[in-house]
């Protein structure tokens, strides 16, 4: 046995209290994690210890210099990636998943918002690092080396895993199914701590692989007769209305609705858009349903009618699956496809992508002049884009289908005395004040857009369809965003605020405001109803937003939902004529639905199983 002497502390126990603490006290100054009672806050700041106490316990069972290098090492790794984290959260609102990590060209590109995410004061995260490696360094003798002997040593991991499982325990009767329903990455890292959830990321991603080495084709037939069921017969009327017309996709970056129609400093925010949608079809309940992958779960949402993945990017992780997006679609009946983006085409991985999409062409930032006189904020401001992507437009053969993706509007909302067409709002919050002018460009860069359109002759040939990919302001800025619209933002108003504008303009339709609840994954069979293509035999989850037999009803990638009367989130039920929560019974006839979608979808993209549909052997019986 051993003999343990309390005199000094040792390296080994130092460092697991350092940096347990360390972890608590991010979570409580650097993530928003909501804390409802005693229990849940316990439990927070328990969830780091165990897995503390198993990593650096494995030094227990090397010598002297080796455990205190060992120490040393792994406790930089654990400050790192807390701190990864941090900085993750501050952009996204949200934490890291494996997939996101590897988005390293992503990463690079986001150079100049990580520079207004990371500051010097932020070498405090790494405190309890610095102060080890300092007394190692002047005093060593002061943090002992303890051999412990093999019953220490059993003891303390046992004690390392009684921890988990309190832990697990108390997390089990806080939240029952915590693992199997991972839709809320805040959730998790409240209940099992950021590390662990990291180890859970691990095993969530060897399980998607091996999911699709062990799926095959019958996995289609559930799918299949869930989506014959929710088919709805599109609208007599639209139907083919615009066929053969160019179509015109434009993705406003960082756009929600609540600026359409509402003034700032009593200034309007989208003078333009305000008029566009007197002649077009506006749909002003229409939701973003997208995921960690923003910009490129918004495209994946809208061209292939299936749900974006509830971690990473599906651009990144599922780029070789077989698709059957809008642009493969058109292709085959006769359109010319094109992407239009003037950011590194490997940003979102879409190089890869669009061809697995069936894009014929990618106009990506070579593609444009691009310089400082130019640039703001992520790249080319978007008014000199429009004006450069009509040289693009005029060469394309005609009927195209093109896609533009607009970039001045994103967070930072960097933008030029020059290009501020109104004044920031006042509030404290700096971010969401500069929303509003980028907003506002934006606006100015469509208008002149269709102004161009209308000079070269292509407005009355082509079908215009805005819409937003995104928030642009997070959860983060509730108290500013709270100021702005006059109202405290509960879960059920932060739900609302994912509204984002859907505009389809067709030439010769007078316009019409739908206050159908839709989402972005309805407008895969809604292009191509209008053009005239049908959609029967598609595996897709949406529905033709004109259609009358279309449900007001949309899922969000966190699993909530909203329908005509009810907006369902965070495990709680609010009439959406109150804004307050009503009896979950109101909700229950839809949480079926909404499960199911979330998790067809899934497992279609998971299991690549569009690939079995080609031959479609699975329906051989229907
Ligand atoms: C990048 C642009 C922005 O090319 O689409 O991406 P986001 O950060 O909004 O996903
Ligand atoms: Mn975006």
Request: some cysteine.
């Amino acid at each position: 046995m051993g003999k343990i002497k309390w005199s000094k502390p040792s390296l080994l126990a130092i460092a697991i209290i350092l940096l347990w603490l360390k972890t608590y006290i991010v979570y409580k100054t650097s993530f928003d994690i909501k804390i409802e009672n005693w229990r849940q806050e316990f439990i927070l700041f328990l969830n780091p210890l165990s897995f503390l106490m198993f990593v650096l316990g494995i030094g227990l069972l090397l010598n002297e210099k080796k455990q205190k290098r060992y120490i040393m090492i792994s406790s930089f790794f654990i400050s790192a990636i807390l701190f990864a984290n941090v900085v993750f959260y501050r952009f996204f609102n949200d934490f890291l998943t494996i997939p996101v990590l590897f988005q390293t060209s992503n990463m690079a590109d986001l150079g100049s918002s990580v520079n207004e995410l990371v500051q010097v004061k932020d070498l405090l995260y790494f405190v309890d690092f610095f102060f080890i490696a300092l007394v190692m360094y002047v005093r060593p003798q002061l943090l002992k080396y303890r051999q412990m002997a093999k019953t220490n040593r059993r003891a303390y991991f046992l004690v390392a895993i009684a921890i988990a499982f309190l832990n697990l325990g108390l997390a089990e009767t806080e939240r029952p199914q915590l693992l199997t329903r991972t839709f809320d990455r805040e959730m998790l890292v409240k209940n099992i701590g950021t590390y662990n959830y990291h180890i859970y990321d691990v095993f969530l991603q060897s399980k998607s692989s091996a999911q699709r080495a062990l799926a095959d084709g019958s996995e289609l037939v559930d799918i299949d007769n869930y989506i014959r069921a929710n088919y709805k017969k599109p609208n007599d009327e639209m139907f083919g209305i615009a066929k053969d017309k160019n179509v015109i996709l434009i993705t406003m970056e960082s756009t929600q609705n609540f600026v359409i129609n509402e003034t700032v400093n009593g200034q309007e925010i989208t003078p333009f858009l305000n008029d566009f949608i007197k002649d077009s079809y506006y749909f002003e309940n229409f939701y973003h349903q997208t995921g960690q992958g923003k910009t490129s779960d918004s495209e994946f949402l809208v061209e292939n009618s299936l749900y974006p993945l509830s971690r990473g990017a599906v651009f990144f992780t599922h780029s070789g699956n077989e698709f059957n997006a809008t642009p493969e679609i058109l292709d085959k009946n006769g359109y010319y496809t094109a992407s239009l983006h003037a950011n590194n085409k490997s940003f979102w991985n879409r190089d890869i992508m669009y061809k697995s999409l069936g894009y014929e062409r990618f106009y990506e930032i070579n593609d444009y002049e691009v310089n400082e006189e130019n640039s703001v904020g992520w790249g080319l401001k978007d008014i000199d884009f429009f004006e450069q992507s009509i040289q693009h437009l005029k060469e394309m053969p005609q009927p195209f289908y093109s896609k533009f993706i607009s970039l001045t509007n994103h967070f930072p909302f960097e933008l030029g005395e020059e290009d501020s067409f109104i004044d920031p709002y006042t509030s404290d919050d700096k971010t969401v004040n500069n929303y509003f002018p980028t907003v506002r460009y934006t606006d100015e860069a469509l208008k002149l857009f269709v102004q161009r359109l209308k000079d070269e002759g292509l407005y009355e040939d082509s079908i215009i369809i805005i819409y937003g990919d995104h928030y642009g302001i997070s959860e983060n800025h509730n108290i500013a965003m709270g100021e702005f619209l006059g109202t405290e933002v509960t879960p059920f108003v932060s739900t609302q605020l994912q509204r984002v504008p859907l505009i389809i303009h067709i030439p010769g339709q007078e316009g019409q405001t739908i206050s159908k609840v839709a989402g972005q994954i309805d407008l895969k069979p809604t292009i191509l109803h209008l053009l005239g293509i049908d959609t029967k035999k598609n595996i897709e989850f949406g529905a033709d937003l004109f259609s009358e037999d279309k449900l007001d009803f949309t899922v969000l990638r966190d699993g909530s939902f909203i329908t005509k009367d009810y907006v369902y989130t965070r495990d709680i039920c609010y009439d959406k004529q109150t804004g307050e929560p009503t009896d979950k019974n109101a909700c229950e006839p839809y949480m079926e639905n909404a499960k199911n979608e979330l998790e067809y979808s899934d497992k279609i993209v998971y299991g690549d199983l569009l690939r079995f549909y080609e031959n479609a052997d699975y329906r051989k019986n229907n």
